[in-house]
């Protein structure tokens, strides 16, 4: 089993920035692809940005040149660095994490980006 925790979610005027933080534990094993999902409502579940095992990233053209994903030494902990945040940016923002046997999801964190 593997539990995800995230925060740093909240309340930004646009132009902002915040910085959120998922910390993976359980049974991990060896370092996962790690990514960061955002449901706005009535929208789907999208992928913001992801990072593989070995680092590689990718994201969301919404977000490219705004966001940048990253991960601590040791590979259990991914943030997600948002800058230059607008209003469609406001939604829930879900950690992910790719086990061999499955994924899992965070609970979620809030981000809304309104003056």
């Known amino acids: 089993q593997v539990q995800l925790v995230e925060s740093g979610g909240g309340l930004v005027q646009p132009g902002g920035s915040l910085r959120l933080s998922c910390a993976a534990s359980?049974?991990?094993?060896?370092?996962?692809?790690m990514a960061w999902y955002r449901q706005a409502p009535g929208k789907q579940r999208d992928l913001v940005a992801r990072i593989s095992s070995g680092g590689s990233t990718n994201y969301s053209d919404s977000v490219k040149g705004r966001f940048t994903i990253s991960r601590d030494i040791a590979g259990n902990t991914v943030y997600l660095q948002m800058n230059s945040l607008k209003p469609e940016d406001t939604a829930v923002y879900y950690c992910n994490i790719e086990t061999i046997l499955r994924a899992y999801w965070g609970q979620g964190t809030q981000v809304t980006v309104s003056s």
């Open positions: 359980g049974s991990i094993g060896s370092i996962r692809p």
